[in-house]
């Protein structure tokens, strides 16, 4: 009767040890919402770019500078 019961203990114990064995990982953090917020990021970054080159001449308009002017100064 002794026997059984150890046998049956280590059966459970190997059962066990098996499962975590095979353990299935999960990340963290949800990639698809790691994904989206590197979009946005890199989408702000070129929509700044962007506003940021057609705002430029109208603001040297604004101080009256020409494009001349302006290749003058940087020679």
Aim: proline share 4%.
């Amino acid at each position: 009767m002794s026997q059984s019961t150890v046998q049956s203990s280590s059966a459970s114990s190997i059962e066990q040890h098996d499962y975590e064995e095979f353990e299935v990982w999960h990340p963290r953090f949800n990639p698809w919402i790691i994904a989206f917020t590197v979009t946005l990021a890199t989408f702000m970054e070129a929509l700044d770019t962007s506003i940021a080159n057609v705002a430029l001449p109208h603001i040297a308009g604004s101080l009256a500078s020409s494009q001349d002017e302006n290749y003058i100064i940087k020679n």
